[in-house]
C-alpha cells in the first residue's frame, strides 16, 4: 500500500529564510503528487500538485516543489519565509489502482520566527 | 460557488448520544470523503463514495455510518458516540483526484 513520509513534524525557520520541506514516498509506479496547506481552524488548501510533465511545479504563494522519481520525493520549498507562511503543510500522494483516494502524511508545522 | 460546505461547526455530545454531519458539494463531483483529524495522525480516511448511492469504507470506519443519497450531499452519522471520536472531521470531494475540503466540524464526545 501507498504511504507517505513527512520528515519533521515541526520545522522552524526565520523570516526571510528558506523553507524547505520533505516528503517521500513509498510506491514505485509514479503517482499524481499534492501539497495542501491549512491555517489555524480552516479546512486543507491545495497548494500545488504534480500530474504529469514539468518535474519542477510552482504553486501558490511562492511555493514550489520538485518531483524526483528516482529518490521518491516531492520536496516544498519557498526561498524567503514570510510570517504568513506559519501553518500545517500535508503532503499527499494518490492511492495505487487508479483510485481518487489520495494518502495523506502525518503533516509539517512551520512556525515562522521573527 | 459555495465549494464544499459542512453543518455543524461545533458541537458537544455526551457519550452514547447521536448525531448526523452533513456535507454538500455544489461542483457536481462524483466523489466525496470523510475524514478525520487528530494531532499528530494527519487524516485518516473515515468513508467515501464513488457517486450518488455508493459508499465504501476507508482506513477508520468503526463506528461511524455514511450515506449519500443525492449526489450533492454526503452525510456522516454516529450511531452512539464515544470519547475516542472527539476529533475535528472533514468533508471533501474531488475532480481528477485534486480534492477540495470543507471547513471542518469540530466535535467534542464527553
Known amino acids: 500500500a501507498q504511504s507517505v513520509t513527512q520528515l519533521g513534524s515541526h520545522v522552524s525557520v526565520s523570516e526571510g529564510a528558506l523553507v524547505l520541506l520533505r516528503c517521500n514516498y513509498s510506491?514505485?509506479?509514479?503517482?499524481?503528487l499534492f501539497w495542501y496547506v491549512q491555517y489555524p481552524n480552516q479546512g486543507l488548501q491545495l497548494l500545488l500538485k504534480?500530474?504529469?510533465?514539468?518535474?519542477l511545479v510552482k504553486g501558490i504563494n511562492g511555493f514550489e516543489a520538485e518531483f524526483k522519481k528516482s529518490e521518491t520525493s516531492f520536496h516544498l520549498t519557498k526561498p524567503s519565509a514570510h510570517m504568513s507562511d506559519a501553518a500545517e503543510y500535508f503532503c499527499?500522494?494518490?492511492?495505487?489502482?487508479?483510485?481518487?483516494?489520495?494518502?495523506f502524511g502525518k503533516g509539517t508545522k512551520l512556525t515562522v520566527n521573527p | 460557488n459555495a465549494g464544499v460546505t459542512q453543518t455543524p461547526k461545533f458541537r458537544v455530545l455526551k457519550t452514547g448520544q447521536s448525531m448526523t454531519l452533513l456535507c454538500a458539494q455544489d461542483?457536481?463531483?462524483?466523489?466525496m470523503y470523510w475524514y478525520r483529524q487528530d494531532p499528530g495522525m494527519g487524516l485518516r480516511l473515515i468513508h467515501y463514495?464513488?457517486?450518488?448511492?455508493?459508499?465504501a469504507k476507508g482506513e477508520v470506519p468503526d463506528g461511524y455510518n455514511v450515506s449519500r443519497l443525492k449526489k450533492q450531499n454526503f452525510l456522516l452519522g454516529l450511531e452512539s458516540a464515544a470519547p475516542s471520536q472527539t476529533s475535528v472531521y472533514f468533508c471533501?470531494?474531488?475532480?481528477?483526484?485534486?480534492?477540495?475540503f470543507g471547513p471542518g466540524t469540530r466535535l467534542t464526545v464527553l
Open positions: 463514495s464513488v457517486g450518488e448511492g455508493t459508499t
Open positions: 510506491s514505485s509506479v509514479p503517482p499524481y
Open positions: 461542483m457536481n463531483h462524483e466523489y
Open positions: 471533501a470531494s474531488s475532480y481528477y483526484k485534486e480534492q477540495f
Open positions: 504534480y500530474t504529469t510533465g514539468a518535474t
Open positions: 499527499a500522494v494518490t492511492s495505487t489502482g487508479g483510485s481518487e483516494k489520495l494518502v
